[in-house]
T-cell receptor
Framework: ETGVTQTPRHLVMGMTNKKSLKCEQH?????MYWYKQSAKKPLELMFV???????ENNSVPSRFSPECPNSSHLFLHLHTLQPEDSALYLC??????????????FGSGTRLTVV | QKEVEQNSGPLSVPEGAIASLNCTYS??????FFWYRQYSGKSPELIMF????GDKEDGRFTAQLNKASQYVSLLIRDSQPSDSATYLC??????????FGQGTTLQVKP
């Protein structure tokens, strides 16, 4: 595996379900990010992790719970979601916190549909 | 004022023409500038970055930076239908993250 991999690629869940999104980066990067992208809308930053420490939480509802067990893995735990949470969820990583050196590398995303 | 502004488009150009995509930013301290391409339903892909004033060329792509005017642009020469996508401008901020514009949708018509 190379780059940033996200699983699953597609997820359909009911509003009472609990599911998790997984992200793994194989680049030796030190920072990881979760973004939400709704249809026809800009990227929304959700969480930032630097060296496994959460450094930013952009007022994300508590039904989204991130976890970063090590610098290569990032999870987004989902529970009691709403239909408006349906979106493309993107994981990204960067060599340096903030991505100023080389930008971000994005995973392929998880297309989430809440029914 | 948004931190990073792009015209959402769509920008429509005929095949073979030059497409010019523009981006302005508000933080004078920004030092790194990136262009991402995002096909519909896919994730953003980094295609160009620029740090210094002037032009940087890579194949059919040229990034242009003018820090005094807080302006960065992407030129695509000999546009192809496969260039049809949304182009995101991203700028580093002093808050330790990249700030993304809303993206410009480019349509290249055969």
């Amino acid at each position: 595996e190379t780059g940033v991999t996200q699983t699953p690629r597609h997820l359909v869940m009911g509003m009472t379900n609990k599911k998790s999104l997984k992200c793994e980066q194989h680049l030796g990067h030190n920072a990881m990010y979760w973004y939400k992208q709704s249809a026809k809308k800009p990227l929304e930053l959700m969480f930032v992790y630097s060296l496994e420490e959460r450094v930013e939480n952009n007022s994300v509802p508590s039904r989204f719970s991130p976890e970063c067990p090590n610098s290569s893995h990032l999870f987004l735990h989902l529970h009691t979601l709403q239909p408006e949470d349906s979106a493309l969820y993107l994981c990204a990583s960067s060599q340096d916190r903030g991505g100023a050196l080389h930008g971000y590398t994005f995973g392929s995303g998880t297309r989430l549909t809440v029914v | 004022q948004k931190e990073v502004e792009q015209n959402s488009g769509p920008l429509s150009v005929p095949e073979g023409a030059i497409a010019s995509l523009n981006c302005t930013y508000s933080d004078r301290g920004s030092q790194s500038f990136f262009w991402y391409r995002q096909y519909s339903g896919k994730s953003p892909e980094l295609i160009m970055f620029i740090y210094s004033n002037g032009d940087k060329e890579d194949g059919r792509f040229t990034a242009q930076l003018n820090k005094a005017s807080q302006y960065v642009s992407l030129l695509i020469r000999d546009s192809q239908p496969s260039d049809s996508a949304t182009y995101l401008c991203a700028v580093n901020s002093n808050t330790g993250k990249l700030i993304f514009g809303q993206g410009t949708t480019l349509q290249v018509k055969p």
